[in-house]
């Protein structure tokens, strides 16, 4: 049985709200789950799932990035999510929550440049990616679009993490992306990128036309994900596997795949 699907069957646990901090239209939302546990091993770009209680009017999860991990031996270990500032999470608030799911981001075996690609909400995983990047000794910039800039995620935190970080419209993400690839001083080995699919089309072309190695996280969670854990098929996703198309189920055979899935095959 893979990681993915021995989480399935793991309960979920009581985490415990103990810090929020604005962060735009979001709250960055710190919890402490009770250990052991197996979220010291969690990787940027999975996912957490939050059951909903019907009793509460509402029969459908939640689905949430974990917008990263940190293992304290002394005060065990805290998950951080960002949600809707519109929720009004409060501290000492008990969620249960079920994860790490997924596959998340590998980073690089060694240490090389990283550009990190990233739309809205789907920058969450990147937030956490690049502190990683940054511990490995991974020169990372960041190119994030967002159409009102109250939704570009946490920039303080970026900044702090990463050599640059480029905001711009949807509508120039593309040529900002491609002066990005050609940048010297960004030249990346490997691409990073988190949005919806046909940004992730574009950002893989683009960069696998200039020989880079490209992981997406190819699932939209503003759009139809429904359960998170691979049963309802609203995420389904028609990719290019071995030159011909197929349909994969990013929760489970994701999020995180490799950029070839997203090009379109070649006639045969």
Do not use: K
Request: hydrophobic residues 45%; glycine residues 10%.
């Amino acid at each position: 049985m893979n990681a993915e699907r021995g989480a399935l069957l793991r309960p979920g646990v009581e985490a415990v709200v103990t810090a929020v901090r604005p962060a735009g239209a979001f709250d960055v939302v710190s919890l402490q789950v009770p250990g052991p546990s197996p979220w010291a091993g969690a990787r940027p770009g999975q996912l957490v799932v939050v059951p909903v209680d019907p009793r509460c009017g509402s029969v459908l999860a939640q689905v949430h990035w974990l917008a990263g991990v940190h293992d304290d031996p002394v005060h065990g270990t805290g998950v951080e999510l960002l949600l809707p500032a519109a929720r009004e999470t409060q501290a000492g608030e008990v969620l249960r929550v079920l994860g790490p799911l997924g596959r998340g981001f590998a980073p690089p075996a060694q240490p090389v440049p990283a550009l990190l690609v990233g739309h809205e909400g789907g920058a969450v995983p990147l937030r956490w990616l690049v502190e990683v990047l940054r511990e490995r000794g991974c020169p990372a910039h960041v190119l994030l679009s967002a159409s009102d800039p109250e939704l570009h995620l946490d920039l303080v935190h970026l900044r702090r993490h990463a050599r640059s970080v480029v905001l711009t419209l949807p509508e120039d993400l593309p040529a900002a992306l491609e002066r990005a690839l050609d940048d010297p001083g960004v030249d990346p080995a490997v691409v990073y990128a988190a949005a919806p699919v046909p940004v992730l089309r574009t950002v893989a072309v683009a960069a696998l036309r200039r020989g880079r190695v490209v992981r997406v996280a190819a699932l939209d969670l503003a759009g139809p994900v429904v359960c998170g854990t691979g049963l309802c098929g609203a995420c389904d996703l028609e990719v290019t596997l071995d030159r011909s198309t197929t349909v994969v189920r990013p929760c489970l055979e994701g999020p995180v795949v490799p950029g070839e899935w997203l090009v379109e095959a070649p006639p045969r």
